[in-house]
């Protein structure tokens, strides 16, 4: 793997990957234009596929890091899953965006690299996200709360004490959560060799044109794909 550790190193390569098979979000044009629109902003390299072939050892090892964003269902075979571990193992970087972890509820080991899995959601609504990490690169310039309108999803049991969690949904400030005080929605860790950075945030077309969502995405990517020494978490 390519690990751009200073400004001189190569571009991160990103391979955006959107395979549906189950609901698919809306937003998905929306948040693929976004993400060619941040690539050239800052600077990755970046490939956008519903293609699972593409989940070879001959078409990962372009990449430094692969984003699961808004996928769905069982999307790859057995055998594109074998790659896709071998990639990690070999330190490569995952980002898992919204619907991510509502993906592959049969492959244990994605479970454990994306963190949890999807259980349910209210309605669409804004609610207060507290910051639990000031510090890490991809939440360090968010305000302690962040208000934010989105799709809150309630996962199957916390990821906590398994990943390092960054920031939490408030339940108290919107209706239809399920969690109690304990409801994260982004986190990150290092998992089997790579590292894994996730949010849950993404539902909604309006999310791909927040600034500060837009930020923690670029970021989550850098962190990723081992860019920034300095943040390990």
Avoid at 85 to 111: C, K, L, M, N, Q
Avoid at 150 to 159: K, L, N, T, V
């Amino acid at each position: 793997m390519i690990r751009a550790t200073d400004p001189a190193a190569a571009p991160t390569r990103v391979l955006f990957f959107t395979l549906t098979k189950g609901y698919r979000h809306g937003s998905i044009p929306t948040a693929i234009a976004a993400m060619k629109e941040l690539s050239a902003k800052e600077g990755f390299h970046a490939a956008f596929t519903e293609d699972a072939s593409s989940f070879s050892p001959e078409g990962l090892k372009e990449f430094d890091v692969v984003m699961f964003l808004l996928t769905t269902g069982d999307v790859l075979d057995e055998e594109q899953e074998k790659t896709f571990e071998a990639f990690i193992r070999a330190g490569g970087g995952f980002v898992g965006v919204h619907s991510a972890t509502d993906t592959e509820y049969d492959w244990p080991w994605y479970g454990r690299l994306v963190g949890a899995y999807f259980k349910g959601h209210p309605r669409v609504q804004a609610a207060d996200v507290k910051i639990e990490d000031r510090r890490h690169v991809t939440t360090k310039f968010l305000p302690e709360i962040w208000k934010c309108t989105d799709e809150w999803y309630d996962f199957r049991e916390s990821p906590r004490g398994r990943v390092h969690v960054l920031a939490s949904v408030v339940e108290s400030t919107y209706e239809g959560g399920t969690m109690g005080k304990d409801h994260p929605i982004m986190w990150c860790h290092e998992f089997d060799g790579g590292r894994a950075w996730y949010t849950a945030l993404g539902h909604t077309n309006e999310a791909y044109s927040e600034p500060m969502f837009l930020e923690t995405i670029a970021n989550g990517i850098r962190w990723a794909s081992g860019s920034d020494k300095g943040d390990r978490s």
